[in-house]
């Protein structure tokens, strides 16, 4: 089992930033790809970004390549989202994820999750 930890949410305007960390505990962390998903009111649970278990690979959805970064410190079994020039329309419940095999831009696949932290982002 792994349990994972989301921190980092809260109240920003348009054009700020916000750094998410999520702390996993109950398995090797360095084995672990790690994931960023986000789900606003009314709408399904969206891939936003991914790392492979030693950080060579990253993968973003679109919306968010040049303005998110993710990264990992498995020394500290923590992954980050650095969320910069922010829009309304990033505002959700962001949620990150780890997979023994894949990263994978689908919900399904994911092993674990946690249990969110929230964007708002205002105007």
């Known amino acids: 089992q792994v349990q994972l930890v989301e921190t980092g949410g809260g109240l920003v305007e348009v054009g700020g930033s916000l750094r998410l960390s999520c702390a996993a505990s109950?398995?090797?962390?360095?084995?672990?790809?790690m994931g960023w998903f986000r789900q606003a009111p009314g709408k399904e649970r969206e891939y936003v970004a991914s790392?492979?278990?030693?950080?060579?690979?990253?993968d973003y959805v679109d919306s968010v390549k040049g303005r998110f970064a993710i990264s990992r410190d498995n020394a500290k079994n923590t992954v980050f989202l650095q969320m910069n020039n922010l829009k309304l329309e990033d505002t959700a419940v962001y949620y990150c994820?780890?997979?023994?095999?894949?990263?994978?831009?689908?919900?399904?696949?994911?092993?674990?999750w946690g249990q969110g932290t929230q964007v708002t982002v205002s105007s």
């Open positions: 790392i492979s278990w030693r950080g060579v690979s990253t």
């Open positions: 109950g398995r090797t962390f360095s084995s672990l790809n």
């Open positions: 994820a780890a997979d023994l095999s894949e990263m994978s831009r689908g919900v399904g696949p994911w092993d674990y």
